[in-house]
């Protein structure tokens, strides 16, 4: 509540405006969303619709627009180019339905992080979301098939694939079941990275270079298994700078579509933007 109020006052003074001038002019902001879903559904607890809806979604697009260039992976990750770069969690099949299209009318690039098992059961986000997320709330049968499907259900196989032709889309992994990984033993660890990578590049006929941690949750052992299932770069949310930023990049979380919200989170007093991988000194 702090912080909407901290918001509101650097969006109103105008200070959260210049602050971008002088702090943001340089580098990019790489930007993770979750779920877009078609519409608010009112009958349903607010924690069981977690992400944006498509209007609050087309907004935020609408306001990066004026301020930010709409970055390609490599302009951003190389820090040849400024601007902000979008990348969406869980592979969702609201992300390929709903935000998809609005990529496309913005051209917007983006990279899809895909955890695999719900591609592979479509039904398994429902029972994700029941489990873990909203633990004690028994209410989800209730919800109607087409409200559960745009809410909670993974990509198909034919969405993946289509994703990973999809000249703004680059498709990426998120393991296989969304563990926390710093809670897998080796060999369940080993599975989530490696499985995860090769039933994408099955599915989609690429290479898949990038990986993003479940909930940015990691340590040195996740990224070294990261790094040897053959992955390039692992995106985090806060970096916890253990030394090998490729597999530590940082993301701005995106909770509120509010202008005052998207002001004040980029405008560099509080997060720097990215400006590519500091070179090796060798010192
Ligand atoms: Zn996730």
């Known amino acids: 509540m702090l912080y909407h109020h901290a918001a509101r006052g650097l969006h109103y003074s105008g200070i959260a405006a210049l602050a971008r001038k002088l702090l943001a002019r340089k580098g990019c902001f790489i930007l993770n969303f979750h779920g877009v879903n078609r519409e608010y559904y009112p009958n349903l607890p607010p924690l069981a619709q977690t992400g944006f809806t498509v209007a ?3 907004a935020i697009l609408s306001w990066l627009q004026k301020r930010f260039t709409f970055l390609t992976p490599e302009e951003a990750l190389s820090g040849q180019r400024s601007g902000v770069l979008l990348t969406f969690d869980d592979g969702k099949q609201n992300n390929f339905t709903n935000a998809r299209p609005l990529l496309e009318k913005y051209n917007a690039p983006a990279i899809f992080f895909i955890s ?8 398994n986000w429902l029972h994700f979301v029941k489990t873990r997320a909203l633990t004690g709330w028994d209410s989800l049968e209730e919800i109607p098939d087409d409200v559960a499907a745009d809410l909670y259900r993974g990509l198909t196989a034919e969405q993946v694939r289509l994703c990973a032709e999809h000249p703004l889309i680059t498709i990426a992994a998120h393991t296989v079941s969304h563990p926390l990984l710093t809670d897998c033993d080796d060999k369940s660890l080993a599975v989530e990275v490696n499985e995860s990578k090769r039933i ?5 006929g690429k290479r898949v270079d990038w990986f ?14 990261v790094r040897s299932a053959g992955y390039k770069k692992a995106f985090a949310v806060i970096s916890r700078r253990l030394g090998d930023e490729p597999f530590e ?3 701005v979380d995106i909770s509120f579509p509010h202008p005052y919200y998207l002001d004040a989170k980029l405008c560099g007093l509080f997060l720097k933007p990215f400006t590519g991988f500091a070179e090796k000194s060798g010192l």
């Open 249 to 251: 990049i940082t993301r």
């Open 56 to 58: 609050e979604f087309e």
């Open 200 to 204: 994408l590049e099955d599915l989609g």
């Open 212 to 225: 993003a941690y479940p909930n940015g949750v990691y340590n040195r052992r996740v990224m070294e298994a």
């Open 116 to 123: 695999t098992q719900p591609v592979l059961e479509p039904d």
